[in-house]
């Protein structure tokens, strides 16, 4: 019972803090992913630590329960009261420093506790006739559980908050079955108080959430956590304000949908069916009704951020929502292009391409969608922000992959500069003068607060106009492509400049090839590491604990390559993304079982039980092979295809485990602290080296042969 329990509130506990941290820096993926790697750093530390107890008693454990129940929800408040402690500027960011330190202080509790839980309730599992691999497995199956929990109640519509005290709740009832009234009375009360201390803050959640949200929201009306970020709506005076993971989606007062809009639509001379892919709500669709056309679609991806903001919204932009020609989808963009009518005009008012969220909407392949729903003549808009007059490299290099991505579908694209530049393209000639712009404004009595026949010649006739073009047209990048996402590699890298300024001239295309394409670094890397597998098997401790991290680097980088594929593929439903997550908890679980029965009946045949490993590194190629496979192809896996390679993956990276568990291993209590902290520092470089590291330099294709090549020499390690 303890194993399963560790691994339901494990993987709870991971993310509810995750989410937090994610809010808490403004929707940084770039924080989340470090985050996770943090977490199973901690994991591994709090399984290596202690190692000599070799028989924990039911008290001990019961204690680590308790003391996990009360971390939880303390490292939530801690976290939302971060830039208060820290001394943040209200919408800044915290300096990387104290984002990195809330990230360690955050983590350090749960994660650190969850892997001596592990250490200690395997120790009092495994005796002659139960397995590390058996212990493995409960613990995996747990966290599949914990997995399908979290995916229910973000369903369900139940806050952070609240599944942080839920998740307390389950930690706290452990204990009252581990411990007995008559031995430990003391501590049974403690759990039984503590138990009805969560009840009690569980009933008063939401007013709670409320409160803790209003810390850095003053103004709060409304806050709702969403399957895709935090939407927090405040008011101040007249102007509303929502933001989305506490960053600024939008505003009621400003002019950047007239901008946007108005600066796009005159493009067409007349357009009477209009497609918008989000951005509704702040003032597209008030803008685009000036234009009197026929049909309006608007496809929104979140639900949740629709029924909540439309309550607080100013009369037109409601009238608009609910005008004849309207028509409001609730829908993923791309998946709604794939059946969709034809437009004369499409505005993209999706988030930045500041994540492999965001990213998805600013590829080639997206593009190429959009130009197969264009009408004769039809334009595409959307928008990019950036500093008026000075644009550093990494942001030249962030524009050009996807001025790159857009000139590989359009042959006409036009770039209109600014704080925030509209970008258009069509595959008819667009305007490259005022005057055709200028006089359709006048021709339809259009009522702009900004937009001015004189503000569109300053634009067409500023020196940055044509500046723009050059810079644009000198980077010689690769496009942004699903496979290849180079545009997020320079959103993370203008991202570190926020608190790196000099890194703004450090080129990393450069840099990766030089490491891993070009000798000698290259010959290092790819002949070192072999060498170090072959010099690694005089001992055999070492030897045994490098084919289990290698295996997990193998089965998180995989992870996290098909569940991207997925996002850019089939939208970002955390539902679907929760049930991925189980897929490959599923084939932890049942790997380290069949892989333990097997070793079992080969135990006398050393010899033979080699093959099973060797048969394991093997599975992982194929699984690289047909991932590979379906990218290049541009195949959309579905949620049963994704789900079956992650199956896969998680059952080769237990598989592994469970064999090097068992192999030539006397005492089985020995090994459970070195192995499985083992498989969680793989999973550690593997998190942050692919997420923040590979996958943004080298492109998805380039990774996955780099997986092949490593579990073929993973083989020297059997």
Known sequence: MPLIAIGIISIMGQVVLLRELNVAFYGVELIYLLALGIWLFWTATGALIIRRMMSPSQNQIAILFILFSMCLPLDIVFIRSSRLVFGGIPGAYLNFFKQFAVAII????????????????????????????????????????????????????????????????????????????????????????????????????????????????????????????????????????????????????????????????????????????????????????????????????????????????????????????TQVILADPRHYLKNSGTYDVILVGMPEPDSGQANRFYTREFFEQISGKLNPGGILGFRLRTAENLWTAPLIRRNASIYNALKAVFPHVLFLPGTTNIVTASHMPLPHSPEIMSRRLQDMNIVTKLISPNYIKYLFTNDRFLEIHDLLGKEKLPPNTDIRPVCYQYAFMIWLSKFFPNIVHVDMSSITDKIFFKPPTSLMLWIGLPLLFLLSRFRPVIRRAMLVAAAGFIGMVLETILI??????????????????????????????????????????????????????????????????EMTQSASAGLTGVSLLLASTGFFTAGIFAYTSLHEIDDQKKVISPLYAADLIGGCIGSLAGSLILIPLMGIDAIIMGLFLLAVYSILLI
């Open 564 to 629: 991207l594929y997925y996002q850019v593929k089939h939208g970002v439903l955390y539902q679907d993304i929760g049930l991925l997550l189980m897929s490959f908890m599923a084939g932890l679980a049942l790997g380290a079982i069949i892989i333990k029965q097997a070793m079992t009946r080969t135990i006398m045949n050393p010899q033979f039980a080699r093959w099973y490993a060797t048969g394991l590194l093997a599975g992982f190629c194929l699984v690289c092979g047909f991932t590979a496979m």
């Open 106 to 325: 955050t983590l350090f509790p749960a994660g650190f506790i969850s892997g001596l839980l592990f250490q200690w309730a395997a120790k009092a599992y495994v005796t002659d006739k139960k397995t590390l691999a058996s212990a493995y497995a409960i613990e995996s199956a747990g966290g599949l559980m914990g997995g399908l929990f979290s995916t229910l109640l973000i369903t369900w519509g139940i806050s952070n908050f609240s599944a942080a005290l839920l998740c307390a709740l389950m930690a706290a009832i452990i204990p009252l079955f581990l411990l007995t009234k008559s031995k430990i009375a003391v501590r049974y009360s403690a759990g039984l108080f503590l138990l009805c201390i969560f009840t009690i803050l569980f009933w008063k959640s939401s007013i709670l959430d409320q409160r803790m949200t209003s810390w850095n929201h003053p103004d709060l009306l409304e806050s709702s956590d969403s399957p895709y970020g935090r939407v927090t709506v405040t008011k101040r005076y007249n102007q509303i304000s929502v933001f989305e993971n506490d960053a600024l989606a939008f505003e009621t007062e400003g002019t950047d949908a007239e901008y946007f809009c108005h600066l796009t639509a005159l493009q067409h001379p007349n357009p009477q069916t209009v497609l918008i892919l989000g951005g509704g709500m702040e003032g597209l669709m008030t803008e685009i009704a000036k234009y009197r056309p026929r049909k309006i679609d608007y496809v929104e991806l979140n639900p949740v951020m629709l029924n909540m903001v439309q309550r607080h919204l100013s009369a037109d932009v409601g009238r608009s929502l609910h005008a004849q020609n």
